[in-house]
């Protein structure tokens, strides 16, 4: 819980990765969307636009092939005699009669060598149309022909046919018109027209049409002549030439213009012998905007995104795992002890921060290990060296009492005495550092205690008082003589005659020993015990006052040496000892 | 993208394959009738007026109207049946009566019978051979083409006739009168494309003759007499310089409307465009169509005029039903038709309605319906055959060299061989 706590906390490591990470992520898949659906747009545009350049090109053949079939057959009207001398000889009607049929006949021939271009051909004199291949097809009246556009447009170029464009009830025409002139004169006798209705025209492109691709054939001035959208046929839309006389002049495939206010891609081809642009126009938007199924990219994103953030959520997870736990672990350290060792897993720096730190947590270890051995070992130096020190006059002064017990005769006395005197030595002598039970401790008082009556006499009375469950813990050897020492020495200076009470008792899991004597007391301003003349010590280095310091070594600050002492009342020493039934060494 | 494409062709294929599968089921019964015709004014309206009066008491039946330009039809119609299949081609459609013919025996199996839905006999009779084939009545005859000769009053007067002069005339007759006509006004008597040989067609139909024989697929040229008197009065009327040449249509009813000339022999269907001059209304009046000279023939002809076909498609009853029901039997119908068309028609008991004894002012108070559809009756009967056009052709062609001083049997005997050669 507390892991997922710090985990998401604002500053944590996780939240920032994760946070920055799926920015990023998202950032990236737009970047490259875009650029991918940029790209595809492109690409598609550019595809596209090869396509339609051929089909444009095949248009441009099948214009090209309508205009050859045109100009032959005009130049076929231009050379023929019979129509020269029928639209521009007089003659009777009954031979006029004759030379109509023949012009017929021949309009007909060219007509029908047309073949299946649904173009007609009308050929008219300096006044009125004389003959139409077919009438229903350009109604047009004979007469309208005088002062037209197209008449004087080619009256002005009379060796070219050109085109126009045209409309006659409710249909729109190009017609290919051309002066016909007698080479000789130089004089114009006619024209010929070739009405090719828009609709043909439109059949060239009509199978390329599609909603959104539409054709547009304009003359230089932007009238549209042809059509697959019909409304705009006769208008003028001069932006259509405008721009592809520049992307002709500039050679360039196509252009995405802005027309009609949609986006359209433009290509456009020019029509040399029409003088007219062949424009195709796609809708952007028809063409392209279905190339890009929005819903499906968002989607397909959307379940990227979401999957790269599982995956990162969980590496993420994953790796801020083992630092947050390492985190933790080092913050444990100092509560649990040097003991505690981190496990180290996950990423490589983890694990190497994890093994850095164990080998210092070793190190560290080994090195106060190392300090408190050195601790131990000075202070048994010390202790043995201070034990083995046996008091040379307590020696003197005991053998003396026991040869003035031999030489009074009183042999039983001198051997009780000799006895307590050699167990005493026994016990003390050993091993300092062994911890011995209370029994034991208390056989050694005593020892001490019938040695120091034979040398001083009864007037100091020892009782000893031991709770029968306490006889096995075991304490610091030789903890307690000090004290009876001192009171033997220093308890009874005024008092005459006293006693000494030992008391050993277990209170929970302390081990408290008292030892109080109702002798001299001490003033209460100087509570500290008196160190002992040095002559009557068993040990001349160990004093009762280094025996709290060495307690408190031994178990800690809770145990230790209390004294209460009331002048004229005695002197009562309270020792707290953990109640201990161990026995090892280091336990001193 | 090709791929792609593939595929969605294919599955176009396989809708459009099951589609049409399903359709024709559904077709056996159907109530959609569709109907090709041509001039707006004319077929179109008369089939509108038709449509009209037959949904009053068959509500059901959907009738569309398609327009198609004649030679559309004929192509749409040679190449569908040519193929043997009536896969969208309309229910009903009209036919000149000059093809009928090449149609009907072509195509027998293509064309459903109407003798169930309409009495021959109701009809004009030289409208029947041309309409049936092999004793059986395909077509169900449409408008008259019954030929008349309009005439200028008022340049006939010029010249001293009058149009009495014109009752139960022969050419001769007529072309003596063109001649003082133009002497007296200038004005030729008629105009003519030199393509165009309907006039040599009444002629010859006005003596029971035809480009082909009986049987209408030899071709009769070389010793058709009623043929060799109209080439020969052909070319004494362009020899007397009578007439005016024209190239299309235009100009033709230019030439009328223009008083350019002073007759019009032509079929009863010319009558609107005539009188679409309306400066001219009591300047005109009808003749019947003149004899030719020294043969046995009757002052009566025909020009055009077409007839209503059923094809064999699914809805054909229903079809032959409406058609039987109007065309084939209702008078009032016939009544409209001459009204609001201006039309006649080849239903005899129609002829009794009160509508063709109407006086036409323009025509100078003449009851020219009445006049044609008594007219009608008599055009002798003829089989047009096969090849009316194919002949026509060579015709017009042969004729100029005949025009050209060529002698004119040579001049016939070469279009027989010609005819011979591409009329099978």
Redesign the interface.
Known sequence: MKLIKDRLHPNGLFMKMFLVTVALIILVAVAVTFAIIRMAEQFFVEKFSITNSQIINQIQFDFEELNYSIVMAASDVDQSSTIEAFLSKEEPDNERMQSLFHVMQQVDHLRERLGDQNVEIAIADQEKITYTTNFTYWPADPGSIRGHDITETIAEQPNRLLYFQDSLEANDYVIAAKALHNRETNQSFGAVYFPIKEGQLRSFYMDYVKPGNDFYVVDNNGKVVSSSSSSVIGQSLPELSEQAKNMKASKETYREVKFQDTNQIMLAEYLPYFDMYLVNMVDKQTAVGNLVDTKQIVLLLAGVVFLALIIVFLVTKRLTNSLSKLVQDIEAVPKKGLQRRLLYEGTYETKQIGLAFNSMMDELQVHVEKLIEAQKQQRQAELAALQQQINPHFLYNTMASIKFLVMMGEKGEAERTMDAFITLLQNTIGNVDEAVTVEMEVENLKNYVVINQKRYGDRVQVQFMIAPDCMDYRIPKLILQPFIENSFFHAFNKTAQGTITVLVWCEADDLLCEIADDGDGMAADTKSLPNTNRNRQLFCGIGVKNVHERIQLLYGPDYGVSITSQEGHGTRVKLRLPASKESERNII | MKRIFALLFVGLLVLSACSSGSGSEADADTNDIKVWAWDPNFNIKAMELAKTAYQEENSELNIEIIEN?QDDIIQKLNTSLSSGTTKGLPNIVLIEDYRAQSFLQSYPDMFYAVDDSISTDDFAKYKIPTTSFEGKQYGVPFDSGVAGLYIRTDYLEEAGYSKDDLQNADWEKVIEIGKAVKEATGK?MIT?D??DLGLLRMMIQSSGAWYLDEDGVTPDIADNDALKEAFRLYKEM????L???H?????FI?AINNGDISMVPSGNWITPSIKAEASQSGKWAVAPFPKLPGIESVNASNLGGSSWYVLNVPGKEKAAEFLGQTFGADVDYYQQFVEEVGGLGTYQPAAEGEAYQAEDEFFGGQKILSDFAAWTEEIPQVNYGLHTYVIEDIL??EI?KY??GEDLDTVLENAQSLAEQQAK
């Not at chain 2, 362009?238 to 310089?241: C, Q, S």
């Open positions: 330009a030729q003519q030199p393509k362009i020899d007397a310089d007439v005016k040449p190239s299309d249509w235009s100009q230019a017009a062609n100029q025009l050209d």
